[in-house]
């Protein structure tokens, strides 16, 4: 799958982070191209207005991005679980925009079968937040 070919990737068949119900954290990992770290941050410092509504409308909400050298973290909640989301998102002709504006920044996105490139949680430890 070619980076302008996602949104959020597919959605898979088997259970997994695509099939998270509402509230539920997702973790996916893309890949920049060498080079692309300062246009990658100018854009999202930039985000269109209809991109960030488009979030909303989907039910995206505590959604981080992380960036380690190449290696992009995103981490994000739905109100409506993920499936829901893909399906607002993917049939969005402001995601279709968004996602060809940044194509040529990405090395990676998906595995061989085109699957997003889920991160699996091994660990959490909710602690006690402060009073």
Same mark, same amino acid.
């Given at each position: 799958?070619?980076?302008?070919?996602?949104?959020?990737?597919?959605?898979? /068949?088997?259970?997994?982070? /695509?099939?998270?119900?509402?509230?539920?954290?997702?973790? %996916? +990992?893309?890949? #920049?191209?060498?080079?692309? @770290?300062? *246009?990658?941050?100018?854009?999202?410092?930039?985000?269109?207005? @209809?991109?960030?509504?488009?979030?909303? *409308?989907?039910?995206? !909400?505590? !959604?981080?991005?992380?960036?380690?050298?190449?290696? #992009?973290?995103? $981490? +994000?909640?739905?109100?409506?679980?993920?499936? %829901?989301?893909?399906?607002?998102?993917?049939?969005?002709?402001?995601?279709?925009?968004?996602? *060809?504006?940044?194509?040529? #920044?990405? /090395? @990676?996105? /998906?595995?061989?079968?085109?699957? =997003? #490139?889920?991160?699996?949680? $091994?660990?959490?430890? =909710?602690?006690?937040?402060?009073?």
């Amino acid at each position: 799958m070619s980076p302008a070919d996602a949104s959020f990737g597919p959605v898979a /068949a088997t259970p997994g982070p /695509a099939d998270a119900g509402p509230g539920v954290q997702v973790c %996916h +990992l893309y890949r #920049l191209r060498p080079g692309a @770290e300062a *246009e990658y941050e100018r854009r999202h410092a930039e985000i269109w207005p @209809e991109m960030s509504a488009l979030l909303d *409308e989907a039910g995206i !909400y505590d !959604y981080h991005i992380h960036r380690h050298g190449l290696l #992009l973290i995103c $981490v +994000l909640r739905t109100r409506h679980g993920f499936r %829901h989301a893909s399906r607002v998102t993917d049939g969005s002709p402001v995601q279709r925009r968004w996602t *060809e504006s940044l194509a040529h #920044l990405f /090395a @990676e996105i /998906a595995d061989a079968d085109g699957e =997003p #490139l889920w991160a699996y949680p $091994v660990f959490h430890h =909710p602690g006690h937040p402060p009073p």
